[in-house]
C-alpha cells in the first residue's frame, strides 16, 4: 500500500510531509518523494530505495522553504522502482505535482494520446498521465480543482490522486476512487493522507473524502465536491493521537451536520474549486 501526505498550513511542508510519510513507514515502500510550493514555482526530490536514500538527495540539493506540499511513498506496480518511476510526478513545464495510489486502468492509452499530443514522458507510470492530463485542464480552466474534476472524468480504475500547482501556492487538492483519502483539520491548517496514522498527534477532527469526490484543501478551509461539481456532504469524526477513531463518524464537530461555510473549517464546495 502506497502512503499520500500532504498539507497547506503555516508551518515548512517539507517538514511535516516528510514526518507524515514516515509514520506510513511500516506499510512497505521502495521509494520516496516530495515536491513543495516556494515563491511561485514548485520544487521536488524524490528518489528509490528508504527515506536515508531522500534525505541524502535533500541534503545535497535542498528544497526552499515552503508552506505547502506533497509527498509520496511508493510500492511499485507499473514501472519497476527507480528513481524515474517515484512519486511525485510533474508535468513537462514542471508547474504541476502529482501522487497517487492505486493503479489507472486506461493509463496506456492516455500516456499514447499525450505523446501524440507532443507531452514528453519521464517514467513508466501510470501516475505521470494524470500530471500531463491537470496541466492541460489547468491552462484552459485556470482551476486546479475543476482540472482534477475534468481529468477524474477521464480515468478508469482504483486511485487516490494529491496534486499542487505553481499557480496555486496556497493549494492542494485530492480526489479518489475505491480508496482512502483523509483530511485532518487543524487550527489555520489543513493536511491530506491516505491515512489517519500520517496525520501529527494534535489533529483530532478527520473528514472522508467519499467515492468520486474532489478535495480542495487551503489553510482556511476545505471544500468537496464530486466529479461533475456537486457539492458534497462532509463526515467528520474525531481520532486518538495514533489515528484510531474515538467515535462513529456520523458527527460534525463544526456543527453543520454535513455541508457548511468555508469559514467554519469545512465548506460543501459552493466557495469555488480554489482559492
Same mark, same amino acid.
Given at each position: 500500500?502506497?502512503?499520500?501526505?500532504?498539507?497547506?498550513?503555516?508551518?515548512?511542508?517539507?517538514?511535516?510531509? /516528510?514526518?507524515?510519510?514516515r509514520r506510513l513507514e511500516h506499510l512497505g515502500y521502495d521509494s520516496a518523494g516530495v515536491a513543495v510550493l516556494v515563491?511561485?514555482?514548485?520544487?521536488?526530490?524524490?528518489k528509490s530505495g528508504t527515506f536515508e536514500d531522500v534525505r541524502r538527495e535533500l541534503s545535497e540539493r535542498p528544497l526552499p522553504a515552503g508552506t505547502t506540499g506533497i509527498g509520496h511513498t511508493r510500492l511499485a506496480t507499473h514501472g519497476p522502482p527507480s528513481d524515474e518511476n517515484a512519486?511525485?510526478?510533474?508535468?513537462?513545464?514542471?508547474?504541476?505535482?502529482v501522487v497517487q495510489n492505486g493503479d489507472i486502468d486506461d493509463f496506456a492509452?492516455?500516456?499514447?494520446? /499525450?505523446?501524440?499530443?507532443?507531452? %514528453?514522458?519521464?517514467?513508466?507510470?501510470?501516475t505521470e498521465a494524470a500530471?500531463?492530463?491537470?496541466? %492541460?485542464?489547468?491552462?484552459?480552466?485556470?482551476?486546479l480543482a475543476e482540472a482534477m474534476r475534468q481529468v477524474c472524468r477521464q480515468l478508469t480504475g482504483t486511485f487516490a490522486l494529491a496534486a499542487v500547482h505553481a499557480d496555486e501556492p496556497e493549494v492542494v487538492v485530492g480526489a479518489c476512487r475505491g480508496l482512502p483519502l483523509l483530511v485532518g483539520l487543524g487550527d489555520g491548517e489543513v493536511f491530506l493522507a491516505s491515512d489517519a496514522a500520517a496525520f501529527p498527534p494534535h489533529?483530532?477532527?478527520v473528514a472522508d473524502v467519499g467515492a468520486d469526490q474532489v478535495v480542495t484543501l487551503h489553510r482556511d478551509g476545505v471544500w468537496i465536491t464530486d466529479f461533475e461539481g456537486v457539492p458534497g456532504d462532509v463526515r467528520t469524526y474525531r481520532v486518538d493521537g495514533d489515528g484510531d477513531a474515538e467515535m462513529d463518524g456520523a458527527s460534525d464537530p463544526y456543527g453543520h451536520g454535513g455541508a457548511g461555510a468555508p469559514t467554519a473549517g469545512i465548506g460543501d464546495g459552493t466557495g469555488g474549486g480554489s482559492r
Amino acid at each position: 500500500m502506497c502512503g499520500i501526505v500532504a498539507y497547506a498550513g503555516g508551518r515548512s511542508a517539507l517538514d511535516v510531509v /516528510l514526518a507524515g510519510l514516515r509514520r506510513l513507514e511500516h506499510l512497505g515502500y521502495d521509494s520516496a518523494g516530495v515536491a513543495v510550493l516556494v515563491d511561485g514555482g514548485l520544487a521536488a526530490a524524490k528518489k528509490s530505495g528508504t527515506f536515508e536514500d531522500v534525505r541524502r538527495e535533500l541534503s545535497e540539493r535542498p528544497l526552499p522553504a515552503g508552506t505547502t506540499g506533497i509527498g509520496h511513498t511508493r510500492l511499485a506496480t507499473h514501472g519497476p522502482p527507480s528513481d524515474e518511476n517515484a512519486h511525485p510526478h510533474l508535468d513537462d513545464s514542471g508547474r504541476v505535482a502529482v501522487v497517487q495510489n492505486g493503479d489507472i486502468d486506461d493509463f496506456a492509452g492516455l500516456r499514447a494520446q /499525450l505523446a501524440a499530443r507532443g507531452h %514528453e514522458m519521464a517514467s513508466s507510470t501510470d501516475t505521470e498521465a494524470a500530471a500531463h492530463l491537470l496541466a %492541460e485542464h489547468f491552462s484552459s480552466c485556470y482551476d486546479l480543482a475543476e482540472a482534477m474534476r475534468q481529468v477524474c472524468r477521464q480515468l478508469t480504475g482504483t486511485f487516490a490522486l494529491a496534486a499542487v500547482h505553481a499557480d496555486e501556492p496556497e493549494v492542494v487538492v485530492g480526489a479518489c476512487r475505491g480508496l482512502p483519502l483523509l483530511v485532518g483539520l487543524g487550527d489555520g491548517e489543513v493536511f491530506l493522507a491516505s491515512d489517519a496514522a500520517a496525520f501529527p498527534p494534535h489533529v483530532r477532527d478527520v473528514a472522508d473524502v467519499g467515492a468520486d469526490q474532489v478535495v480542495t484543501l487551503h489553510r482556511d478551509g476545505v471544500w468537496i465536491t464530486d466529479f461533475e461539481g456537486v457539492p458534497g456532504d462532509v463526515r467528520t469524526y474525531r481520532v486518538d493521537g495514533d489515528g484510531d477513531a474515538e467515535m462513529d463518524g456520523a458527527s460534525d464537530p463544526y456543527g453543520h451536520g454535513g455541508a457548511g461555510a468555508p469559514t467554519a473549517g469545512i465548506g460543501d464546495g459552493t466557495g469555488g474549486g480554489s482559492r
